[in-house]
């Protein structure tokens, strides 16, 4: 069973730039959930799709946004992009919503100059 | 709003010894509580605990909860070096579809 992919692996963008990231789900899995991990803010909750709605967002401005397909590939997009952004962007897919445990993707580093 | 304290925050030991990692939570409506390991990238799933008391093992790792001190442990036995990470600790609680993280523990296992 293939786990959850993430593309790419690594990004370099520049300041005010936009940036796409992809996350395939384990099979049959439902829900994808984003995070953001820095070094000093942690692991932090950004978004959660289930059945092509959010249903949930974190404490992230307007400039985080996500989508998810019928195949439940989601993907997530940063608009104007900041210094502040730099970070590793993990994804966690789910069989079960809430009640499940989560599984994660290798993430996807992004840096911004 | 739910929180996530994990001790200590780093940890180095030596091979052989038997760590005890520390989390504590305050949360609305418990769900579940769960342990990931995380070396480079990607955290890997250790255990998800949801009733008191019954502990959880795999090899030589395992963890209880007390969900009426809201705590769990994590013991590693006889630590080895492949066992140094980053260990994190997340809760779900009520309704909420999301995971909230504790700031993790560094385990550094020296041969």
């Known amino acids: 069973k293939a786990g959850v992919t993430q593309t790419p692996r690594y990004l370099i963008k520049t300041r005010g730039q936009q940036v796409t990231l992809s996350c395939s789900p384990i099979s049959g899995h439902r829900s994808v959930s984003w995070y953001q991990q820095t070094p000093g803010q942690g692991l932090q909750f950004l978004f959660e799709?289930?059945?092509?709605?959010?249903?949930n967002k974190g404490n992230f401005p307007g400039r985080f946004s996500g989508r998810q397909f019928s195949n439940s590939r989601s993907e997530m997009n940063v608009s104007t992009l900041e210094l502040g952004d730099s970070a590793l962007y993990l994804c966690?897919?789910?069989?079960?919503?809430?009640?499940?445990?989560?599984?994660f993707g290798s993430g996807t580093r992004l840096t911004v100059v | 709003e739910d929180k996530v304290v994990q001790s200590p925050l780093s940890l180095v030991v030596h091979e052989g010894d038997t760590v005890t990692l520390n989390c504590s939570y305050e949360?609305?409506?418990?769900?579940?509580l769960l342990w990931y390991k995380q070396e480079k990238k990607a955290p890997t799933f250790l255990f998800m605990l949801t009733s008191s008391g019954i502990e959880k093992k795999s090899g030589r790792l395992s963890s209880i909860l007390d969900k009426k001190e809201l705590f769990s442990i994590l013991n590693i036995t006889a630590t080895q070096t492949g066992d140094s990470a980053v260990y994190l600790c997340a809760i779900v609680s009520g309704s909420a579809r999301q995971l909230t993280f504790g700031s993790g523990t560094q385990l550094t296992v020296l041969p």
């Open positions: 966690a897919s789910s069989d079960q919503g809430a009640r499940g445990g989560y599984t």
């Open positions: 949360v609305t409506n418990f769900r579940s």
């Open positions: 799709y289930f059945s092509e709605t959010q249903r």
